[in-house]
């Protein structure tokens, strides 16, 4: 079994699985948090829980894993090693050759410029005609014809005034109700604001992709888009609120409850506050 897919069972990220097989418990949260962790890695792997939680504390006393176990050296992966190595060297290949290409373009485009010619307009010497040959004669006006006693009368007509238009007085706006905003809401995306309403370890995958994966602090809101599903782990169930489209959610469990929840444009309406 891959650590990809204890992974994408647990929904613990794989570093995460990488650092707990070599006994490097700097990357687990902490406290009751780590041991969910450990409990899961338990349950996917065959092994007994409670079993293996009790190894786990014997070996890792509670003051270490919340203090944090010294970070164990990386391990070299030299695949990936050789492979980084193979794009520089590749890199550096066609940086070598685009240079020299570069530099003689531009010296055959600049033999191939042609030189700026003056006009020989601009150049010759202005005219000596006098100046009274170089204005153009002057033309005398024509006589307007005598307006008719008609169309002096319309001259004189005075206009009416137009009426002055009234001011336009809006209503003010009513907020939406609950359930309007979530009908108003696309339908083919799910918007998810997460409010931590005191401090709560959260983990969230959006679409397979690790969101979140960090302790909250009592204020702090994240808003997720979700196209497909949504996955979110929380250190305590009752410290989460939750918006979905604009609506209500109810709580996701009790207070210092480890719970881990499902969220798909299908079902998500469950979750909702009971009208």
């Not at 319309?154 to 359930?179: C, E, F, I, Y």
């Not at 709560?200 to 888009?225: H, P």
């Amino acid at each position: 079994m891959s650590l990809r897919q204890i992974a994408n069972t647990t929904k613990i990220a794989v570093s995460v699985l990488e650092a707990l097989e070599r006994n490097d418990i700097s990357k687990l949260p902490g406290g009751i948090f780590g041991r969910a962790f450990v409990r899961s890695y338990a349950s996917e792997v065959g092994l007994d829980p409670e079993a293996t939680i009790q190894d786990f504390i014997a070996q890792f006393p509670n003051d270490s894993v919340t203090a944090g176990h010294p970070t164990s050296g990386k391990v070299e992966d030299n695949v990936a090693v050789e492979s980084e190595r193979r794009t520089a060297g590749t890199f550096l290949w066609l940086l070598l050759v685009a240079v020299p290409i570069a530099g003689g373009l531009l010296y055959f485009s600049s033999l191939d410029r042609p030189a700026i010619v003056a006009p020989a307009a601009m150049t010759a010497a202005p005219s000596t005609l006098p100046e009274s040959q170089l204005s153009p004669p002057a033309i005398a006006p024509e006589r307007a014809p005598a307006a008719s006693p008609a169309v002096a009368v319309d001259a004189l007509a005075v206009p009416a005034a137009a009426p002055a238009a009234l001011p336009t007085v809006s209503a003010p706006a009513t907020p939406l109700p609950a359930d309007a905003r979530a009908a108003a809401a696309p339908t083919d995306q799910l918007i998810v604001a997460l409010t931590a309403q005191r401090p709560c370890w959260v983990s969230a995958t959006v679409d397979g992709q690790t969101a979140i994966e960090r302790l909250l602090k009592a204020g702090d809101r994240q808003t997720l888009t979700v196209r497909r599903e949504m996955v979110l782990t929380a250190g305590d169930a009752s410290a989460i609120a939750l918006l979905f489209n604009g609506a209500d959610a109810r709580s996701l469990g009790k207070s210092g409850e480890v719970v881990t929840a499902r969220f798909t444009l299908a079902n998500y309406k469950d979750y909702l506050q009971a009208r």
